[in-house]
């Protein structure tokens, strides 16, 4: 197979402007989802608008992991003033997402050419996972730029060899770890990818981050019960990362004998290890520890783009035929990704809805003394709006959420939980839908025995991800 023309090194930026507006029209299109929230969005919310003299506590017990986001969240509310909370919530991971999106195509420009590193960008926007964090008030689109961001300024310093570049990459690497522990997984990409004059000073680049993230590390594992709801690799979960990894071995070896980079990195090496390492190593730990979730190694989907936008300007370049089929099937790709785009902007495309929520207690228990949370993290449905169980006395809290220093707040023992149940005539339930694993603490078994003996169910409302019941004494609904 006959290689390429070299491309010069200098390519103007302009090649990554179509990408980040692209992304930005698909990040604010739809930004608000119908005015709609869910569960760990809520909790971004409460712990982003709490005092630092609350905040600080609390990530000493709970959340370290996300605690410099939250903190840049609440100096971002503090300065919004009166603006829309929820455009405030997300506008941080659709700038994000922008951001990589044209970072991305400065690295495909550099690694395979500027018409490669615009579509690899185009990609990256495409992308339905980009897409779903890219509108979501947590911190994974942040951390997928700095990492994608931190890849672009490795591949300077490999070829520069200057000591300032590799500093800059491991300030902007240990800052997307700071903000996700996980992020730390795309050093072992890097690792991978690098040409072996290059690992000396990328190895003390390594020790730097991961010395900086060591205190952080330490305080999260004291909290490792926070992921015990991970549990096995799912069958889709494994469907998903396989069908990605063969896409992207696909378009690698359409990619192989081509050289078009005078970079001592190369486009296919680096590009597949940030798409499979990382999601790797976590599936891997499955037996030892559940931690795979996709959006912990978004930044992996870089890497997906990249390998996509080579491989079909390559086709493209190819011409004829070639050129035909391939442009033909990029656009019904974006038909097919069209249904998709439009349903991750509508509240159903999340597991749960809190404004429903909040809007179905309203209705519901108007005439209720109580609310019972089962199981008591549910309360993060309340966080956003307190308003919808003013005057309905919670029946297991102790202390709230602020004043205990957790997500949730704390609940009283499970005797004062059956006295105060049986003290009170009509009782909202907020729980989990039907089937969904209960929890065993002595709390929520006290609840679930106290509302089967004593309290019957007079009707219950179904909304996304949660229902919103009624219980009352018998003869009292």
């Known amino acids: 197979m006959p290689s390429a023309a070299v491309v010069p090194r200098r390519r103007a930026p302009w090649h990554a402007l179509g990408p980040v507006a692209l992304s930005l029209a698909l990040g604010l299109w739809g930004v608000r989802r119908g005015g709609s929230m869910w569960r760990d969005e809520a909790v971004t919310y409460d712990m982003a608008r709490r005092a630092p003299g609350e905040l600080w506590p609390t990530l ?34 659709v700038l994000a997402t922008a951001a990589a999106a044209g970072t991305v195509a400065l690295l495909g420009s550099r690694l395979a050419g500027p018409r490669a590193g615009l579509s690899a960008g185009v990609v990256f926007a495409l992308l339905p996972p980009v897409q779903r964090y890219a509108q979501e008030g947590r911190s994974y689109a942040l951390v997928c730029a700095l990492v994608v961001w931190a890849t672009y300024l490795l591949i300077r310093a490999v070829e520069r060899s200057a000591p300032r570049a590799w500093t800059g990459y491991s300030a902007v690497m240990l800052t997307a770890c700071l903000l996700h522990e996980f992020a730390v997984l795309a050093l072992a990409a890097h690792l991978v990818a690098l040409p072996r004059a290059a690992r000396r000073a990328w190895v003390l680049a390594a020790l730097a981050v991961c010395a900086g993230l060591a205190p952080l590390v330490v305080l999260s594992t004291r909290q490792s019960a926070q992921v015990a709801w991970i549990g096995g690799l799912g069958a889709g979960a494994l469907a998903g990362f396989v069908g990605v990894t063969v896409l992207g071995v696909a378009c690698a070896s359409l990619l192989r004998g081509v050289r078009r980079s005078r970079s001592r990195v190369q486009l296919t090496a680096l590009a597949l290890s940030l798409l499979v390492l990382p999601a790797f190593l976590l599936i891997a730990l499955t037996p030892l520890k559940p931690l795979y979730v996709d959006r912990y190694v978004l930044y992996g989907h870089a890497g997906t783009a990249l390998l996509v936008g080579a491989a079909l300007e390559r086709l493209v370049r190819a011409g004829g035929r070639i050129r035909t089929v391939a442009v033909l099937a990029a656009g019904a790709a974006v038909l097919a990704l069209l249904p998709v785009t439009l349903q991750l902007r509508t509240p159903q495309s999340r597991t749960d809805d809190v404004s429903a929520v909040a809007q179905a207690v309203r209705a519901e228990g108007g005439d209720a003394d109580g609310v019972l949370y089962m199981p008591s993290r549910r309360r993060a449905w309340s966080l956003p709006e307190p308003d919808s169980v003013r005057g309905l006395r919670d029946l297991a809290l102790d202390r709230g959420p602020a004043a205990s220093h957790t997500l949730y707040g704390t609940e009283v023992p499970a005797p004062v939980i059956r006295s105060r149940m049986l003290a009170t005539a009509r009782i909202v339930v907020l729980r989990d839908p039907a089937g969904q694993p209960v929890d065993h603490t002595d709390q929520e078994v006290a609840k679930r025995r106290v509302l089967a003996a004593y309290f019957v169910e007079c009707g219950t409302r179904h909304v996304r991800g949660a229902r919103i019941a009624v219980y009352a004494r018998p003869g009292l609904c």
């Open 60 to 93: 000493e017990q709970v959340d370290a992991v996300h605690g410099l986001y939250y903190l840049l969240l609440h100096g971002l509310f503090r300065i919004s003033g009166e603006a829309d909370p929820l455009l405030v919530l997300r506008l941080p991971s």
